[in-house]
């Protein structure tokens, strides 16, 4: 049953809508921006990942999955967010392999075309909106320090 | 150079006393390395508290050579004491209790692990990965069964004598599945509970050189949805004192299932409670690798592969016992072939020939090379041959290497299990006393001089006044920052702030760690947060299957977590997702939602019949959610207590060695298992509302009136009838449908306002538990005291002692006197 033609009103002057679900033109195609993808996840996570290496979509979700915090920031944004990081966030150490499973690692991401993720708050919906398509390469990896919260303060705690 | 230095006669008779010591713990230290028996260490335990008895007879015989018969009551009453205490040792530690607890993730083989262990077809395979209740089976000569009565049961209970192995599996098969045939219908019907009382094999076939009496059981636990059955939740709670196997199953390939799987284990880990420690895993149908061309290189990388999981799932969702996950011990078997080879070296012809069969038909790749040798037809094949495959399905199956693993688990963690608690239970019926009467006493009686008891007296008063200032300020130590958290949390909550609850917990435990003697607990108060992070999940993973449901049109609610919930809480929100997308709330509605408006009957109907299966989304999630946080605290509260006896256990042990250095030879002792008991139940509450308003609008519809104009092209001569159009107001009912992500957002933010309650709870509680604690300290550390006041005062009106007697007598008197409180600290130490 098509429940979209059944209760699709004839013409509503007062309101229109704003979706326009039965819009029969070809989606245009359009240009999605490269997005930065912050995520605090546990050690035991991490596995091979490396700084400046490629990560494909399903790590990310497995990531997304297990994080303890996210944040989805457009590049443009992400300056001011890395600044904020850098003053804030403790960090132990670089050497993260040797790092015991309990620790919590700090990770960025640049996704391209990951537009549609900026803002999420729900980890499916990032899930979601992750692109197929776009190159996504780990831009920086560090240790947090055991229960160190400062510099998390605008990431969405899971 | 060598300094020479005198001793006297009793420093003299202490010293051998203690050599001896030193050589007899060397000896069996030695004898422990040799040996790997485990009666033999109960034995040892056994000796040692006999030999604790004999020192404080000596004790006993010596002093009141010297002391009046005023004494000889309270002393005569130590003895009997610790004679009762040193009884019941004695019987623990002939008598204990071995139970192997069987659990596992779906189809595992798990029952047939407990048939291999049994040696024998018992317990039902085909139904019991549907978990239909928990079966305990006792180590007996007789064969017998009991069904257990249980609420609403519609199967026979009852007891059942000299029952055969077949009959113990039919009887149990029959009441099982009635079980799961009707538990979707009465939400209430309590799983069956049966007992069987069984000679299985694990005892008589595997050595394990037990103490004698030993009482051996096996609990076949149900799998992960036991909901709220409290026949089942009551086996459980057995299982805090139980070994356990946990079975994983090898076979899955899926990546999809097997990250479910492993996330299955971790939770029955949770569900068990205590360190995954004492927990063997089992790579069970191991067999599946040997059809690779690659094997045994393919079953070699499964293997490292599936212990580097299961380590890092248990060890992200475990944090605080990370060191003993690192030292998880994980077996390969395939329980099936394994038993299989049992079955077909029995006896009895028809069973053997049945089992024969089996073999052939579903594991021919593992006796490929004998079956070339073999008839076709496997009544045929001779005992010779019988022998020959059973002995193959053996080997291949690694049942040898399964047996002695379990052997050599049992052996490592069984005596740690019981031991500690015996020992516990001796101090607290009889050692302390002893302890304490002997170093009191003595101390006493040499302050018993007026002129020194006067003096001695001021000095008690001094030390309750320093120790009642250390146990303040310590007090004061470990509350502070409860105290600041629970500040927070209620600005929080009385929305004068905005301070995110779980990192102020972070921050009251980095405070509290960064002063002595917390410091030493490392990880182990993580899951006084960790709960967040776990709570999160569960309804993170619930929202993303409902959410995956709507928008892909195909309702899928098999996640790990939903299978905890109630079965038919989930098949209720499983017709409401069917219904939601049957009327369209599904692909982009679902992913972007929409605004509606319905003008006619037909759509309003529609409409409303939309908003009611939404907002009965709410109630089924509501339900399903609550459910599935239930039994997610009752894992998450086993933790936070576990932590908070952690805690309690390194306050108090500083409190004690503290103590003890304010007020030496009074013999402090605050004992764990009575202070660190936590008293109340800490218990989580939830409730989340949710839903979408339809509004009674208006609209205005579009409608032709007809006006009679002049128009150009009749010249303005003539009138003609056109139509224009007008509005007309008219009702309609607006909605606007929330998108999935609305909805998931929405149920995220009333778990984050939940999230503070929640945080209230635990500082409220915890900050109740101090005060108990201090209390009770309080009370302790004063009786200690009054006791030693006591003493003082009797001695200081019956000793009359010269200067001479004091230093001949009493002083060896008093260092034999703290050698035997050392022998009995000594014992729990190192037992």
């Known amino acids: 049953m098509d429940w979209r033609k059944l209760l699709s009103p004839k013409k509503n002057v007062e309101e229109p809508r704003k979706i326009q679900l039965s819009d029969s033109s070809p989606p245009r195609q359009k240009v999605l921006k490269p997005v930065a993808l912050y995520l605090v996840v546990p050690a035991s996570e991490v596995g091979n990942l490396r700084e400046n290496n490629q990560i494909n979509v399903s790590d990310i979700e497995k990531l997304i999955d297990n994080s303890l915090y996210f944040l989805c920031t457009s590049l443009e944004n992400a300056d001011a967010t890395q600044q904020h990081l850098q003053q804030h966030l403790e960090l132990t150490t670089k050497i993260f392999i040797t790092v015991s499973e309990q620790r919590e690692l700090y990770i960025r991401i640049n996704i391209n075309n990951g537009e549609e993720m900026i803002g999420k708050k729900v980890p499916y919906i990032l899930k979601r909106n992750l692109p197929h398509d776009g190159q996504c390469i780990v831009k920086e990896l560090a240790c947090i320090r055991y229960l160190s919260v400062s510099g998390l303060e605008k990431f969405n705690r899971v | 150079m060598v300094k020479l230095s005198f001793i006297d006669t ?142 609403g049961a519609l199967w026979e209970s009852g007891e ?309 200032r250390f146990l303040g300020i310590s007090d004061t130590n470990l509350k502070e920052p409860f105290e600041k958290l629970d500040t927070k949390v209620k600005q929080v909550i009385a929305k004068q702030s905005e301070y995110d609850v779980i990192h102020c917990i972070k921050t009251m435990i980095s405070d509290l760690q960064k002063g002595e003697p917390y410091h030493e607990l490392g990880v182990k108060l993580s899951p006084f947060y960790l709960w967040e992070i776990e709570f999160k999940k569960g309804i993170n993973q619930v929202l993303e299957a409902v959410a995956k449901s709507l928008e892909t049109g195909r309702v899928d609610l098999d996640s790990p977590n939903l299978k905890r919930a109630n079965l038919l809480n989930i098949s209720l929100l499983s017709n409401n997702l069917n219904r939601l997308v049957n009327l369209g709330y599904t692909d982009d509605v679902a992913k972007e939602g929409k605004l509606m408006e319905a003008r006619n009957e037909q759509d309003k109907n529609k409409l409303k019949q939309l908003n009611e299966e939404l907002n009965e989304l709410a109630i089924h999630l509501n339900i399903v959610i609550e459910d599935v946080l239930k039994q997610i605290s009752a894992q998450e509260l086993n933790r936070i207590h576990q932590a908070v006896s952690e805690l309690f256990r390194c306050h108090l042990s500083y409190l004690e060695k503290e103590a003890n250095k304010i007020a030496p030879s009074i013999a402090i002792r605050f004992p764990d298992s009575q202070l660190s008991q936590v008293n109340s139940k800490l218990t989580f509450s939830f409730r989340f509302r949710s839903g979408f308003a339809i509004t009674k609008g208006t609209w205005k519809e579009e409608i032709q009136v007809a006006k009679k104009k002049r128009t150009w092209y009749t010249l ?98 008093q260092q034999k006197a703290q050698h035997l409180a050392e022998e009995f600290y000594r014992l729990e130490k190192t037992w």
């Open chain 2, 10 to 151: 009793t420093q003299l008779k202490t010293l051998t006393m203690l050599l001896q010591l030193a050589i007899i713990e060397r000896l069996q230290q030695k004898y422990r390395c040799m040996s790997s028996k485990i009666y033999t260490i109960f034995e040892e335990v056994e000796f040692k508290v006999k030999l604790l008895a004999k020192y404080w007879n000596n004790f006993y015989t010596e002093i009141t050579e010297h002391l009046p018969d005023t004494y000889q009551p309270e002393m005569q009453e130590l003895s009997s004491k610790l004679e009762e205490a040193l009884s019941k040792v004695v019987d623990g530690l002939r008598n204990p209790t071995l139970t192997l607890a069987t659990t596992g993730t779906t189809s595992s083989g798990k029952s047939t692990l407990v048939n291999l262990l049994c040696g024998a077809e018992i317990v039902p395979v085909a139904v019991s990965e549907m978990s239909a209740g928990a079966v305990t089976i006792e180590y007996s000569k007789q064969k017998s069964l009991i069904i257990h009565e249980t609420p």
């Open chain 2, 160 to 468: 059942w004598r000299d029952i055969t192995e077949e009959q113990i599996y039919q009887r149990l098969y029959e009441a099982m599945i009635s079980y799961i045939d009707n538990r979707a219908k009465q939400p209430n019907l309590a799983s069956p509970q049966s007992t069987i009382f069984y000679p299985f094999r694990l005892l008589k076939e595997s050595k394990l050189e037990l103490p004698q009496g030993t009482r051996v059981r096996i609990l076949d636990l149900p799998g992960l949805a036991y909901v709220g059955d409290e026949g089942n939740a009551n086996v459980i709670k057995q299982c805090r004192e139980a070994l356990c196997i946990v079975t994983y199953n090898s076979a899955e390939t899926d990546l999809q299932k097997v990250k479910s799987l492993l996330q299955e284990v971790v939770q029955q880990v949770k569900d068990l409670g205590g360190s995954p420690a004492r927990m063997l895993f089992v790579l069970n149908r191991i067999d599946v690798f040997r059809a690779d061309r690659n094997w045994p290189e393919t079953e070699n990388r499964f293997v490292e592969n599936a212990i580097r999981s299961i380590k890092n799932e248990l060890n992200e969702q475990l944090k605080e016992y990370t060191e003993e996950i690192e030292n998880l011990q994980v077996v390969k078997l395939s329980t099936w072939p394994a038993l299989l080879s049992l079955q077909i070296q029995t006896y009895d012809e028809i069973y053997s020939a049945e089992a024969c069969k089996k073999a052939d038909n579903n594991f021919n790749g593992l006796i490929e090379d004998i079956l070339e040798d073999l008839p076709r037809k496997t009544q045929n094949w001779s005992r010779h041959d019988r022998n020959r495959v059973a002995e193959a399905l053996w080997r291949k199956s690694y049942a040898e290497e399964f047996q002695h693993n379990l052997k050599e688990h049992i052996t490592q963690h069984f005596p740690q299990l019981v031991i500690p608690q015996i020992i516990e239970r001796f101090n607290l019926e009889a050692g302390n006393a002893i302890t304490e009467w002997a170093t009191q006493t003595t101390k006493a009686i040499l302050n018993s001089s007026q002129e020194r008891y006067e003096q001695e007296c001021e000095n008690i008063l001094q030390i309750r006044l320093a120790l009642e």
């Open chain 2, 716 to 813: 303005w001569i003539g009138k003609k009838t056109i139509y224009e159009p007008a509005y007309e107001t008219r009702s309609s009912d607006n909605a606007k449908l929330p998108s999935v992500e609305d909805l998931l957002t929405g149920w995220i933010i009333q778990a984050k306002e939940e999230e503070s309650e929640i945080v209230n709870q635990i500082s409220l509680w915890l900050l109740e538990q101090i005060d108990c604690l201090k209390k009770n300290v309080d009370k302790i550390q004063n009786d200690i005291i009054d006791r030693y006041q006591e003493r003082l005062d009797k001695a200081n009106q019956e000793i009359t002692l010269d200067y001479e007697k004091q230093r001949n007598v009493w002083q060896p008197m």
